[in-house]
């Protein structure tokens, strides 16, 4: 794709996101450009029924997720964005998947660079990116071109929690005009996650772009049950 268009691709998807999350999403990719890689939006909004097919072809584990995040209004408001390599669209190199998980992290952004590694592969991950080195020789997780926010699930965006940017992270407010959650499952400022039913510290990880093994590092006193964990436990995530 020439520069034009590529430029023209990225504002036009940017346009398909929550504002907050878009403004974020912008900063990603000019961090991204300013080392020289030239970052494609292929996907942000996407409407349920498209992501089911997707789900059925098994492109994806959800059947909703944050790129189908609609205003009450019915406007577009995805908190997700698939962004690929525009020099290697379908293969694109290790160094730019780690340089896109950095630059997310520092805009308060996850990528799916961890999802679904063994403890030890996802341990080269972290350490690659706590040495900012993304000539790093490591295997990356199953989707690591999705960049979407930390401390929220989908469930919690599809009933109206959306992310905010301010400062070194984000925080999290009700579509309703809510301040911050501090229950739900939403990381507080404090980077304390509340446990809600159903979760497991795996799944908390997850949220939270981290690893399970930073998990347990941080909660030492989980480490003889990692499996026993209640509502209403505070874990920390940070």
Known sequence: ??????????????????????????????????????????????????????????????????????????????????????????????????????????????TGILWDLPTTLAAGVEAALAAGNIDAPVKVGFDPTHVQPVGMTAKQARSGTRPTFAGAGPSTRSASGGGSSTGGGVATATKMHVVVRGETLSGIARQHGITLARILELNPHKVANPNLIVVGEKIRVA
């Open 1 to 110: 794709m020439n520069e034009t268009a590529r430029q023209e691709r990225n504002r036009q998807r940017l346009t398909e996101c929550f504002p907050a999350s878009g403004a974020a999403m912008r900063r990603v990719l000019d961090r991204m450009e300013g080392q020289g890689f030239r970052p494609r939006i292929q996907h942000a909004w996407r409407s349920i029924e498209e992501q089911e097919q997707l789900f059925v072809k098994g492109f994806t584990k959800t059947k909703f997720g944050f790129h189908n995040v609609t205003a009450a209004g019915g406007a577009k408001e995805s908190l997700a964005c698939d962004v690929l390599d525009d020099d290697h669209p379908l293969s694109p190199p290790t160094r730019y998947m780690l340089a896109l998980a950095m630059a997310a992290r520092a805009e308060g952004m996850m």
